[in-house]
């Protein structure tokens, strides 16, 4: 069988590179400076967060063939289109030439020069003929922007029409009145992100509209297999605005969910409810709960058992024009 991640975090020295020359007196500057404290040389990340030689052994172990590294949260959404075009550049390039060491193991998903629309656009098309490139990466709310807002639907349909796929990592608002001082905001906020994109993309009406583009929202959902049928309700009643014709549970078409939670009961009550044959497996490796990649496949085997389990663990929605 051959196992596929779609959930793991790499950060080549050339994007830390990158985002150390932004100078003081940028307005990134202070982003930058948090960001290079936790993920540059040095920084409180673990170290597997930018190194792939030993986390072939990692993959061994877990009987993974094949890990897709995104970037995750840790985005900088650069008013300046040429700044951010080297800050993409340095992370994709620095990916996909650390990955040469190793082939078939590891792939990107992309990230690309947003909020700047048209280069966005570019970008994807040239990086969909790149070997390696298994979709793209992006957050929940890219430069603070909800996926359905407005102005990101041509980059959509021009993913749809790549048939791509695409990566929602989650990026909860920094706020002192949510989430400090308990840590709260990748504890409970990135779950909630992951959650209010699901039902942002459903009742938007961007999976039917776009329908070429297949989505992937981290952690199973973030706990929206326990809200489908309270939002069921509501559409029910009228409640539910947007373009909705028919119950959000079975709106579903185009949406997969990653296993990264380590836990099982929560990765059951997404198989039940959002069905198994929406789930694809992700680890969160080196920044998820567990230091083991291995662990995260027994919680996917005893939450829904075999055979289940392994066509989760070899789903392949990698790629483009699938």
Known sequence: MTVTDYHAHFVP???????????????????????????????????????????????????VRTQVLSLGASSIWHESAETQRRLVAAFNEGVLNAASAHPGRFELFASLPLPHIERAMEESAALSRVAGVAGFGITAHPAGRPLDDPRWRPLIECWSNLRATVFVHPDPPDSPLLWEPYWLRWGVGALVEDALVTVR??????????????????????????MLQRLDGMWAAGRLPGALTKPPSEALDGLYF????????????????LRASRLVFGSDYPLGGAPEISATVRAVSSAVGQPAADEILARDIRGFSR
């Open 13 to 63: 020295r050339a994007y830390c590179d990158a985002v150390a020359a932004i100078p003081p007196g940028d307005p990134w500057h202070a982003v930058a400076s948090g960001f290079l404290a936790r993920f540059g040389p040095g920084g409180s990340a673990p170290a597997a967060i930018s190194a792939l030689d030993p986390r072939v052994e990692t993959l061994d172990r877990a009987g």
């Open 201 to 226: 993309l459903i009742t938007s009406g961007l999976l039917t509209e776009y329908p070429g583009v297949r989505w992937i929202v981290p952690h199973a959902g973030g706990g929206v297999a326990l």
């Open 258 to 273: 990653d296993t990264a939670m380590t836990d099982p009961a929560a990765i059951a009550a997404a198989a039940t409810a």
